[in-house]
């Protein structure tokens, strides 16, 4: 049933066994998973069917650092659906290492291991539509995967293992229909989660308090209650509310919050293959099942282990757009192009270089030199994104010259120090609003820096190129772009201890009997992976345990 | 040694067929199809058998014109005499969810509905009556779930159907239904019942397609825009289903013609209705082939 608050009489009241704020990715799958069951299941969603201004504007706020992160109401939106109306729908789980404590990772380690996680991951992938959980060259292509460089061979990176790429599905258009339907699951929209009101101890939730922009008031009254609002807005819940707990909820120990994590990312380099061009294959193979994959150079667990480094991936990637010295029209067709690409894809189209006419025309001549090159390119972008329901994933250009650079993309260690914390500003519903304080470490510098000299010394031995790279410049390029957008993770932390952790095992506060959280803010560290599906497959597990536990009124 | 005397009517539907072969299998089993005779023939050999069963599909004049026919002279026998009547699933017509043989037929239900409806009313009139509710029925032989769905397939006018497609697929291995229908004739607690005959833990129709197209090898599987599969399930169906009536007289020219995707199919692939299968299990002892097993056959049936 979907239902708009703006349709409640005032100080109205709604019940239900579970209420989930929020439907994003962890808010739709958790009520996907309970429809049928035996409890009554309320979805609470701040936003409508569609982008609204004001309501996205809730999400304002301010960085500390606006270098290093992009404004809070980037890369994600507040509306059916969340930011999986706008993701990139890359896959993959995250690898048994990260569950672990690692020595050299200060504050790593979950309270669960990757074989708690595992059983959810089949189904996580399908609700991603991202086919089947498969992983490896292997287990999807069979012996007959082609090699990403023929001739290369490490020891310390696999290249068999696999992203996959959801279409990208967006959780509001593909799965509302099924929540519609259904007598033990109600969707309320324009519901804004304005107070969580606690019983007199502090430790059980009484009931929600919702508003509306218009200034409509509604309670939500349950058995147990779920934060599914993201890594950074469910930080923010717990911290702006202080009636019981002048800290916030969650947040005796100083935790809510903090060890906030993105991944360090950028492109760095050239690599001039000397073997074959048709012995390099950087591009999306579809899988029997029609799912795009790519292959990658993934850092081996061993390797992190003997490095006492963190988890880190790479990809062969095009030379950076902004500078025309490329030559390629469909670079130059992109940077002209940008004024149309939506902001969360825009990023690389800025830089240093570029920005003078003397470039711009420069683009303008790529273009001009390259007309059939730039017309096949369109049509393919046309035919297989703008208008396919599955879309090619991203920009995949084969360089003639059989020259690339490296795109990286690695763990970020957690670090008290960065962090989400309130601004003495607030929202029209009068919240406190957001302020970020994202910060990397030195140790994250020095995971990228060493895995790219392995990365270059086995390219080198492999005899199939060389890797050229400024050691000098890791820094740089990590910074260019800032924290990698739209992956908020670790600011109330899965643990087993309540001093330096803000949820059990089963992702409830410890504080806080009846209050659970789902999304990447519970995970303590933030692996190599991209977060979306590992989301949705704790989200499937919490909802496991809720049935489990029969949490009722 | 007394030979158990089957009947069976319908013996020319592939179900037909395989359960008239199943019996003549049977030393102890005498087993005839009655498809030809006429009313006082039939009456003449229902009067003699211990068993009849009734496999007849097709539209719903050859259902309800069958199941007079059988029933007329079921009416005429006497004592009463086991009757296994194969129905469908469509009898819950538009309902979704779990439903149960008691569940009752949602509007809105459709003519081919209505006419197992009807026969099932009839049916029910005899004492020892077995109704059998079969869900899609799949593999070798079976045309309308396993052979146009291999064609659709191969020809990528059908494959992942998103949101079209997230509907329960009910599915029976053909050789599941051939063994509900042997052991409904002898059960002894079946008499006076239904039961639904479906896979235990079905697919949705996505997951069916998607593994269906992997077994026959039309992959990498097509995602179909919801423009493409509106334009195949209803734009084009009328006018393919016309060319198909009256060129499909023309063996020559109507290879040329694609068969159509029937709205009918687009419905049933969106509809969230699950068969409970539990009685089936329980009283008439039956297991079912898993998926993949198949589907390894359907496809080496169809894959040319």
Redesign the interface.
Known sequence: MLLDTTDFPDDHEIRADIIIVGAGAAGITMALDLI?SNQSVLLLESGGLEEEPGTQDLYAGAVVNARLHSPPDRYRQRRLGGTTTIWGGRCMPLDPIDFEVRDYVPASGWPITYTDVEPFYARANAIC?AGAFAYTTDATFGPAALPIVAGFTSADFSTHRLERFS?PTNFA???A??LE?RHNVQVVLHANLTQIVLDENGTQVKQLLLRTLGGKRVAARGGCYVLATGGLETARLLLANRDRHPKGIGNQHDTVGRYYMCHVAGTIGAIQFTCPSSAVYRGYR??????YCRQRFALEESAQRREAIGNFIARLHHPRITDPAHRSAILSLLYLAKPLIPYEYQQRLHGTEGNSPGDWLRHVANVVAGPIEAASFTWHMARDRM????KFPSIIINSKANLYSIDFHAEQYPNAASRVLLDDTVDPLGMPRIKIDWRYLPEDVHTVRRALEILAKDFAASGVGQLHYDPALVETEITRYGAYGGHHIGTARMGSDPRSSVVDANCRLHAVHNLYIAGSAVFPTSSQANPTLTIVALALRLASHLRRTGAVR | MIRERVVVYGAGSPLGRRVLDALRANSDTHALTADSLEREALRAAVREADVVINTTMGAAATISSAANRLFDALRAAAPAKRLVHVSSMTVYGSA???CNETTLPVDPIGKYAAAHIAAETGARGFSQAVILRPGCEYGPGCEAWSGRVAAWLAHRRI??L??GG?GCCNLVFIEDLVRAVLAARRAPAAAGRAFNIAMAGPPSWNEYL?AYA?ALGA????????RRWMLESRLLAPPLKVAELTIGRFPFIARLVPPPIPPSFRRLCTQ?IRLDVTAAEEILGLQWTPLAAGLRAAASAFSD
């Open positions: 049928g539509e279409c258009a593909r799965y229909h099924k339907g579809m899988s029997p099942e029609g799912v208008l396919a329901e599955r | 979704i969810g779990k494959g992942d998103g949101a997230d998607i992997i992959t990498p599987v097509h995602r179909m825009t919801r969230e």
